[in-house]
């Protein structure tokens, strides 16, 4: 069978499983009146190993045309102060959209040095940093006398931070400190136990949940927002699986405190930064959380925006071209955009445009089954959201977004992908074949954007797409329209949208999208990832990587582990055999 003719996301192995149960008790931490940090209370100490469980497959190694940069910025960095607040006014999150990063270029050749801005950065090399907004974070980096061994390749997280013992020289009552991670106390429901951003887990202490609530009032929200995400784990998964992970994530354990290497605390660390980084960008929060094991988190590169080598974006100066012929010719479709402006929207033109563009292209595959009724131009209704009802797998489909050539603005509903993540997800470690997958953190509806899948673009050959041996081609998603011959891969470089899992009745779906916010931005394609179905928290967000044709029979491959007792198999070649599992 062919493969998608949409966009795809294939994956090869990872390896077997390794999965390492902590030997924990939930033992619940003890309370203790204390207001200081130099009086910081500290649970029962009972040490946790550090779990050192595989790692995920970022090591494989590529064989693309273009390499995948080895770092990546990690930030945006729009804030002097750490005190972010979650939820944003509309004034601020248009100010946002203004001054936002949209691209990352990376220009290797070391001939000149190009203009570069804040919205669309070039860089020469890409490395991953603390945000310069978590002040408190560069401080300990700086200043702190405690180093942590584990997270020395975490990209964008510190390795150093502020310990007890560096509270008389730097502490103090500081307006910078921000909360890091929060937990109840099980035994005094008033009080909670709070970690703040900078300082090592042994500093963690007790404070009455009144005070943390009217001093960072975004707290409250995020313990209602885990408390919910956990109550549903609770319903969703097999109690005895979950049951001592969940008591960790809200009441932390025994142990924890004093064992400040514990890669428990790791994971916090991405919950915040990668939900920093994200903040600047208006969008909404990514956690990560295992409640099966300590098995360490994934290693990547997190970006919300795709990196380009400059090379391969030059490409695109040529569909330019195309692009700003078609649009001087508007279609009229009989319908209606729903755009704010629909008398001068352009998106249907641009749509014919790519509806036409490269069906003669015999070195493309499937050229020659490329027919209209393929190319589906999926319309968002007024309330931003897809109609997916008649949905074929097997389809074409492209959104096109409005620009300020349409002349709406960035709350306009065709713009969708523009304004990014619009819902809190949770990096969730689903079990010990497939690992990490998402979660949603709150309700999302059917039709509704969810995500942009991030990465690095790479050009490939057409024979290197799909299913192939000789590539990892687990982390790429492909585009049918656009571009036949770039994908966005985020082995190396990513947002949350790189740990959707593969189930044969997906929750969600690529759609390949036409999307600058500005007709002056570099145009490339994009992926965003939109609700099949109603997702409820705590729920699964899955694409389909193949289609059902492709599955692969006589038990080759991957088993595919989308539900129990799922009978297919995937074509993913493991670099070690999973049939232990069985
Ligand atoms: C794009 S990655 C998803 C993120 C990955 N689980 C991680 O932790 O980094 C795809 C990989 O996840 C695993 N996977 C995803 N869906 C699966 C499924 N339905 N059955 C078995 N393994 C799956 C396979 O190892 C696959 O190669």
Redesign the pocket.
């Known amino acids: 069978m062919a493969p998608p003719k949409s966009t795809r996301?294939l994956?090869?192995?990872?390896v077997a499983a390794n999965r390492r149960r902590s030997q924990l008790s939930a033992q619940a931490v003890q309370a203790q009146s204390v207001v200081t940090r130099s009086q910081t209370s500290s649970a029962p100490s009972r040490s946790t190993q550090n779990g050192s469980g595989p790692s995920?497959?970022n090591q494989n190694v590529q064989q693309t045309k273009s390499k995948p940069v080895e770092k990546v910025p990690t930030v945006f960095d729009a804030g002097v102060c750490d005190i972010v607040p979650t939820e944003l006014s509309m004034t601020e999150i248009e100010t946002i959209h203004q001054t936002k990063e949209v691209i990352c270029i990376l220009d290797t050749s070391g001939v000149f040095t190009p203009a570069s801005s804040a919205r669309i950065p070039i860089v020469k090399t890409i490395e991953a940093r603390i945000p310069y907004g978590c002040l408190v974070a560069n401080r300990g980096q700086e200043l702190g006398s405690w180093t942590r061994a584990n997270t020395a390749d975490y990209p964008g997280m510190p390795t150093k931070y502020f310990s007890i013992e560096d509270l008389a020289k730097y502490g103090g009552e500081d307006a910078t400190w921000t909360i890091q991670s929060v937990f109840e106390n099980p035994n005094y429901p008033e009080w909670v136990i709070t970690k703040y951003l900078g300082f090592d887990a042994s500093t963690a202490w007790d404070e009455e949940k009144q005070d943390v609530f009217g001093k960072f009032p975004h707290v409250e929200k995020w313990m209602a927002m885990k408390k919910s995400f956990l109550a549903a784990i609770m319903t969703l998964e097999p109690k005895n699986l979950v049951d001592a992970g969940v008591k960790r994530e809200r009441f932390l354990e025994d142990g924890l405190l004093t064992n400040k290497e514990n890669v428990f605390w790791i994971y916090q660390e991405m919950s915040y930064f990668h939900s920093f980084v994200n903040r600047n960008h208006g969008l909404s929060p990514v956690w990560y959380m295992n409640v099966k094991n300590l098995d360490e988190p994934?290693k990547f590169y997190y970006s919300v925006v795709n990196v380009i080598e400059k090379k391969l974006l030059d490409e695109y100066q040529k569909q330019e071209e195309g692009l700003q012929h078609v649009k001087k010719i508007k279609q009229l479709t009989g319908k209606r955009t729903a755009c704010e402006n629909p008398d001068t929207c352009v998106c249907d033109s641009i749509f014919e445009y790519y509806n036409t563009k490269d069906r003669d292209d015999e070195e493309l595959p499937d050229a020659d089954e490329m027919v209209e009724s393929f190319r589906k131009n999926m319309r968002p209704d007024a309330l931003g959201c897809l109609d997916f009802s008649g949905f074929d797998a097997d389809d074409q489909r492209m959104v096109v977004e409005c620009s300020d050539a349409c002349g709406c603005s960035i709350n306009c509903p065709r713009r969708q992908l523009q304004r990014g993540q619009k819902f809190g997800v949770v990096v969730y470690y689903e079990d010990d074949?497939?690992?990490?997958?998402l979660r949603a953190l709150e309700p999302i509806k059917k039709g509704q954007f969810i995500i942009e899948y991030t990465g690095q673009i790479l050009e490939v050959e057409p024979e290197e797409t799909g299913i192939i041996e000789d590539r990892d081609t687990?982390?790429d998603a492909e585009f049918a329209i656009m571009d036949r011959r770039k994908v966005v891969n985020a082995i190396n470089i990513g947002n949350a949208a790189?740990?959707?899992?593969?189930?044969c009745t997906p929750s969600a779906v690529f759609i390949e999208t036409h999307s600058r916010q500005l007709e002056s931005d570099p145009l490339i394609p994009r992926i965003a990832v939109y609700a099949l179905k109603n997702i409820n928290i705590g729920e699964e967000i899955t694409i389909s990587?193949f289609r059902k044709d492709q599955m692969l029979k006589n038990k080759e491959g991957?088993?595919?582990?989308?539900r129990a007792r799922c009978p297919n198999y995937?074509p993913?070649y493991t670099y070690e055999s999973d049939d232990d599992m069985e």
């Open positions: 996301l994956r090869s192995s990872q995920t497959s994934p074949c497939r690992k990490f997958g687990a982390y790189r740990f959707m899992a593969h189930a990587y991957t088993k595919c582990r989308c995937l993913i």
